[in-house]
């Protein structure tokens, strides 16, 4: 057992690290090539920042634990909500960026109904994986769109590109290599790692991607929203989450979906996708009805960390 959390935390910082290296030697190299800075933004570092999760349920779903990557997409949204934004809200008030208040939230609860209608039938097949797939390629073509709309912000690309380190093609190209093949073996550690957990503790690998693997996913996501926060750019934190859980929803869950076909049961639609939605909805209350500001308070953050606290002592009580 102890081998195994090991392993587990070795793979987790092989895969964060990994995943930064990948990012930045992709975007330098798409800088190297003449690719806009703004494109950049909107496409390479929206996706990258992704790249642990998309990678985890890719390997886990290969693997045959299409539940695992299942509950590594839902279980990283309800972190990056109740745990990543509770916490950060506790520190500082997150105010809503107009931004994401006029187009990504709006975005962000379309993408999580469509999730819940698409599980309704507790089967994730190809089929449902092309469906969110064509949403991702909707909301991306909608940000290219977006660079032409005086009133949109590209503050907070400005700032994540001006944050990625200027390299060589050489640089670049080994860097986007070794960043890509450790992130694979580091995913590939990581998923036997929490299958033997699983099978250890003798809970369903669904659990320890809602709990365990959803958690170290959602670290980088952490890190960021915290750091922007500290650094006095609230604002950026929400855009960071919201743009986060719109690629699990529509890129990753659509993983195991393309892979291989997943039966669920009845509580991985009504408790953990209940959950998901649940949290979303408190997110855009915040946004839109509670306060005279469009602001996560403090007490709104703690609101939101117990509600994520309690949602894992559920998931204890019922492994």
Do not use: C
Not at 198 to 210: E, H, K, N, P, Q
């Amino acid at each position: 057992m102890w081998i195994q959390l090991t392993l587990l935390v070795l793979g987790f910082v092989a895969l964060i690290w990994s995943a930064d290296k990948f990012l930045s030697g992709a975007a330098a190299t798409a800088t190297n090539m003449g690719v806009s800075k703004m494109m950049i933004g909107l496409t390479v570092v929206s996706v990258g920042t992704s790249a642990p999760e998309i990678v985890v349920a890719s390997m886990a779903a290969l693997d045959g634990n299409s539940l695992l990557a299942v509950g590594n997409a839902i279980g990283s949204n309800i972190a990056n909500i109740g745990l990543v934004l509770g916490i950060t809200a506790i520190i500082t008030p997150l105010p809503f960026s107009a931004n994401v208040r006029r187009k990504e939230l709006p975005w962000l609860l379309g993408a999580t109904f469509l999730a819940v209608i698409l599980l309704f039938d507790r089967r994730l097949d190809f089929v449902d994986g092309i469906i969110l797939l064509l949403g991702l390629t909707y909301i991306l073509w909608q940000l290219v769109v977006s660079q032409s709309d005086p009133d949109y912000s590209t503050e907070a690309i400005s700032d994540e590109l001006d944050d990625l380190p200027e390299m060589t093609n050489r640089q670049s190209t080994i860097w986007l290599v070794v960043g890509l093949v450790v992130l694979l073996f580091s995913a590939h550690i990581l998923v036997n790692a929490a299958t033997n957990i699983a099978t250890t503790l003798g809970v369903s690998d669904m659990i320890i991607g809602l709990t365990i693997v959803a958690v170290g996913t959602s670290l980088p996501e952490l890190a960021a929203t915290v750091g922007s926060a500290i650094k006095g750019q609230p604002d950026i934190a929400i855009g960071n989450i919201v743009g986060s859980n719109i690629l699990n929803i529509l890129a990753v869950l659509a993983v195991p979906g393309l892979i291989h076909a997943t039966d669920m049961d009845y509580a991985a639609l009504w408790r953990d996708s209940g959950m998901m939605l649940a949290l979303t909805l408190m997110l855009a209350l915040f946004a839109y009805g509670l306060n005279s500001r469009a602001v996560i308070t403090r007490f709104e953050g703690s609101v939101m960390l117990m509600a994520w606290m309690g949602y894992n002592l559920l998931l204890i009580q019922q492994a």
